[in-house]
């Protein structure tokens, strides 16, 4: 199985601020990668596909780079509906793998 | 819009079958896309169960694969997920997903959930 790392596993910061979220992969996956946003009691939802598409409806601050092996999701200039948990997937491969996640806590 | 519904027991006993449907509306079963099933034990991330496609293929996870039968009902818009000989592990909240074909599938739409817990 692919095996996605996500770092820091909590990262604070101020609305406002940016942030930049970073996803390994233990082998390549080409750019097949998604970033998902989980909001306390919500379903996942989608925010970027392809490692830098962004989904449909998702605003400009969400910026998502990389290929390979390394991923970086990047928000700039924080809003408060921003805290949440970001995940990053794979789907290069079955099985489909997340990462453990990263809580961007104010 | 794609929207999905999971509906089924919220309770189930060890050693049981765990079985849950998906409606979907605003969009086709029998089209492009793949129907997927992931699971959130409390506290933890996301587990990627499987897909099945409309012709009744699917791709399962290894770890579950086992245990797990996925189908299709064309006629009803719905998809549906048993996972057999159930332990407290397989408490989670389980989530239906639309995933998207686009030359590989990625979940795009996602259920609201349904929390399964197992305990007698």
């Known amino acids: 199985d692919r095996v996605m790392t996500q770092s820091p596993a909590t990262l604070s910061a101020s609305p406002g601020e940016g942030a930049t979220l970073s996803c390994r992969a233990s082998?390549?996956?080409?750019?097949?990668l998604a970033w998902y946003q989980q909001r306390p009691g919500q379903a996942p939802r989608l925010l970027i596909y392809?490692?830098?598409t962004r989904a449909t409806g998702i605003p400009a601050r969400f910026s998502g780079s990389g290929s390979g092996t390394e991923f970086t999701l990047t928000i700039s200039s924080l809003q408060s509906e921003d805290f949440a948990v970001y995940y990053c997937?794979?789907?290069?491969?079955?099985?489909?793998?997340f990462g453990q996640g990263t809580k961007l806590d104010i | 819009q794609v929207q999905l519904q999971e509906s089924g027991p919220g309770l189930v006993k060890p050693s049981g079958t765990l079985s849950l449907t998906c409606a979907v509306s605003?969009?086709?079963?029998?089209?492009?896309?793949?129907w997927s099933w992931v699971r959130q034990s409390p506290g933890k991330g996301l587990e990627w169960i499987g897909e099945?496609?409309?012709?009744?293929?699917?791709n399962l996870n290894p770890s579950l694969k086992s245990r797990v039968t996925m189908s299709i009902d064309k006629s009803k818009n719905q998809f549906s997920l048993s996972l057999s000989s159930v332990t407290a592990a397989d408490t989670a909240v389980y989530y239906c997903?639309?995933?998207?074909?686009?030359?590989?599938?990625?979940?795009?739409?996602w259920g609201q959930g349904t929390l399964v817990t197992v305990s007698s």
């Open positions: 997903a639309r995933a998207h074909y686009d030359i590989l599938t990625f979940i795009d739409y």
């Open positions: 605003g969009a086709s079963i029998s089209g492009t896309d793949w």
């Open positions: 099945i496609f409309h012709s009744g293929v699917s």
């Open positions: 082998q390549t996956i080409s750019s097949n």
């Open positions: 392809g490692a830098s």
């Open positions: 997937q794979q789907y290069n491969n079955w099985p489909r793998t």
